[in-house]
């Protein structure tokens, strides 16, 4: 499940993509786009989920900004230090706990 890729206290948006609209750059820089989101959740963290003809790629990255898609309701998610995590067998839903393509994710910190 995705929450095993936070740490105690941390928050991430965690999206299911195809792979149309992320794009990953030789900086580690990138962007992934045109979700309908919570553009002031203060998420820093980004857990993508890409599903490709070999599997399901998992990449880790920190948002930098937020800005409208060309979309109406949209917006593009841009990002910092973009790390391949590995690949997962499971499917989307096992892997975020819901069918909604977009999820918030928070790790609860220890009292």
Do not use: C
Request: hydrophobic letters at 30%; charged letters at 25%; a positive charge.
């Amino acid at each position: 499940m995705a929450t095993s890729l936070l740490k105690r206290g941390e928050n991430a948006i965690v999206i299911f993509t195809y792979g149309k609209s992320f794009q990953i750059k030789q900086d580690r820089s990138g962007s992934t786009g045109n979700w309908v989101i919570n553009q002031n959740r203060s998420t820093r963290k980004v857990i993508i989920y890409e599903r490709t003809e070999r599997g399901n790629d998992i990449y880790v990255a920190k948002r930098t900004a937020i800005k409208k898609s060309r979309d109406s309701g949209r917006y593009v998610i841009h990002l910092t230090d973009v790390a391949y995590y590995g690949t997962t067998y499971m499917n989307w839903p096992q892997f975020s706990g819901s069918r909604n393509p977009v999820r918030y994710w928070e790790q609860a910190v220890a009292n």
